[in-house]
């Protein structure tokens, strides 16, 4: 079993739509980022969490440490939110999920 | 400081060669990741530096793959007698201590080996 989960693995959206996609961990963490790559390699870190919840313009993570689950939302989704969004717990080293393809057509 | 920079961005080798890539990682920041990622996968962890210290290395990271900081400051990783399966993107990292904080990630070097 994969240390990191995510769901789910492909996802497509017509513009305006509420995004989630769900991340699931068995690992003890201290903290977990929610990274953002677009094709050709870049990756941006989005959020780092520690407990609760964040939020940036239409970006919003939540994190349940006991459950050892996370999510992240985009609200009213966009074409130039099309990318490979990937959940990263931290041990003493990130660990990667397989990442969360999103399509979203105008 | 504009970032994490690694070089070079694209390596095409023959099978067989030696390469060798370069992370220069935010200047201020005293940890460095290494990862590699295979199309259609996440990244996977093989090393990473606290200063010039190497505290890990994946078991990924095989007799033929070497990493160096020597001063604490840029990295470079070097694959030797490279295979096919080394065909991949190989991504720096770098962070305060640890990555309670943001971590930052260089663009890659996009190795082909053919």
């Known amino acids: 079993k994969n240390e990191v989960e995510q769901s789910p693995q492909n996802l497509t959206a017509q513009e305006g739509e509420f995004i989630t996609i769900n991340c699931s961990y068995s690992?003890?963490?201290?903290?977990l980022h929610w990274l953002q790559q677009h094709p050709g390699g870049g990756i941006v870190s989005l959020f780092m969490?520690?407990?609760g919840k964040k939020k940036h313009g239409r970006l919003i993570a939540t994190i349940n440490i006991q459950e050892k689950h996370s999510s992240l939302h985009i609200t009213a989704s966009h074409p130039r939110d099309s990318a490979v969004y990937i959940c990263a717990p931290f041990t003493d080293k990130l660990i990667f999920g397989t990442g969360t393809r999103l399509q979203v057509f105008p | 400081d504009t970032g994490v920079s690694q070089d070079p961005r694209h390596k095409i080798t023959k099978r067989g060669q030696n390469v060798t890539f370069r992370c220069d990682p935010i200047s201020e920041h005293n940890r460095l990741y290494w990862y590699r990622q295979t199309l259609g996968q996440g990244p996977e962890f093989l090393t990473y530096?606290?200063?010039?210290?190497?505290?890990?290395k994946s078991r990924l990271l095989s007799d033929r793959f070497s990493a160096e900081r020597p001063k604490g400051s840029f990295s470079t990783l070097e694959i030797q007698r490279t295979e096919q399966g080394d065909s991949a993107m190989y991504l720096c990292?770098?962070?305060?201590?640890?990555?309670?904080?943001?971590?930052?990630f260089g663009q890659g070097t996009r190795l082909t080996v053919v």
């Open positions: 969490l520690s407990s």
């Open positions: 690992v003890g963490i201290s903290a």
């Open positions: 990292a770098s962070s305060y201590r640890d990555m309670n904080t943001e971590a930052f």
């Open positions: 530096f606290q200063n010039e210290a190497q505290l890990e």
